[in-house]
């Protein structure tokens, strides 16, 4: 039952409603280069939703591999907790896309001209055989969707955009794994794709590889389409090779100029 505070015989005296006081938000320092990574803190989810947004900054190059990673300057660019930037970093760390160096933290990690190569041969194994069996198992509506993604692969191409690209690029792959029907290949590229979207980028962005890239997944798209599992592997397998063919070319021009 409420309780009258007013005096008998005076009416009641109307209460004005408390301001909201607003809270400023945390600006990030400037030893980092300024990235919006501000999170809403979803208790449930915010654990990948960290790891999503720094497994982001790292495929579109916004920190570089061999880069410290201070979770101090990370707190400030997401708004999060330690806690929660730990929980993600030692994630990242178990897919390879950083390194924790005894007495100087965590890095992101770089990739040896031997180490490409090898990922690169496995991935190529891997992907053709995803391929064959995405052909193989295509329906109107998987097949619809891998078209849906190549469009928008292509539409990012126009426009240039780095992270578009990187992520229109993410999605043909992941349609191509769930494809498959394989859950073994798709935990597996899953973990070769993590540790090659540090040249992913390097390997788009150099001259020429774009437009012949766009070429290659129509391939695959059309070898699909045609339920053609054959077509589909070479036509994956012959993707991949080209990729690595640019991104080794390119580390050995980086080692050579060091």
Do not use: W
């Amino acid at each position: 039952m409420a309780l009258n505070n007013t005096l008998p015989g005076h009416p009641p005296v109307a209460r004005k409603p408390k301001a909201k006081q607003s809270l400023k938000a945390v600006q990030p320092v400037n030893v980092i280069r300024k990235v919006n990574l501000q999170i809403s803190k979803q208790p449930a989810t915010l654990r990948l939703i960290v790891e999503g947004r720094l497994r982001s900054a790292i495929s579109a190059g916004d920190f570089k591999p061999g880069q410290r990673l201070i979770e101090r300057e990370l707190c400030e660019l997401t708004g999060v907790g330690r806690t929660s930037i730990r929980e993600a970093l030692r994630q990242l760390e178990a897919e390879g896309l950083i390194t924790n160096i005894p007495h100087r933290g965590p890095s992101v990690s770089t990739i040896s001209a031997e180490e490409a190569q090898q990922l690169y041969a496995l991935r190529q194994l891997l992907e053709g055989f995803a391929g064959r069996c995405c052909a193989e198992r295509r329906t109107p509506e998987s097949y619809a969707l891998l078209a849906s993604a190549v469009a928008e692969f292509e539409r990012a191409a126009r426009s240039r955009n780095q992270q578009k690209l990187i992520e229109a690029k993410s999605r043909f792959y992941e349609l191509l794994m769930d494809g498959s029907g394989n859950i073994f290949i798709k935990q597996a590229l899953t973990t070769l794709h993590n540790r090659i979207t540090l040249l992913r980028l390097t390997s788009m962005t150099q001259p020429g590889r774009l437009k012949r890239s766009k070429v290659e997944i129509r391939e695959i798209l059309a070898a699909i389409e045609a339920g053609d599992g054959d077509r589909a592997e070479a036509a994956c397998k012959h993707h991949i090779e080209m990729a690595a063919e640019v991104a080794l070319a390119y580390l050995a021009r980086a080692k050579t100029a060091a």
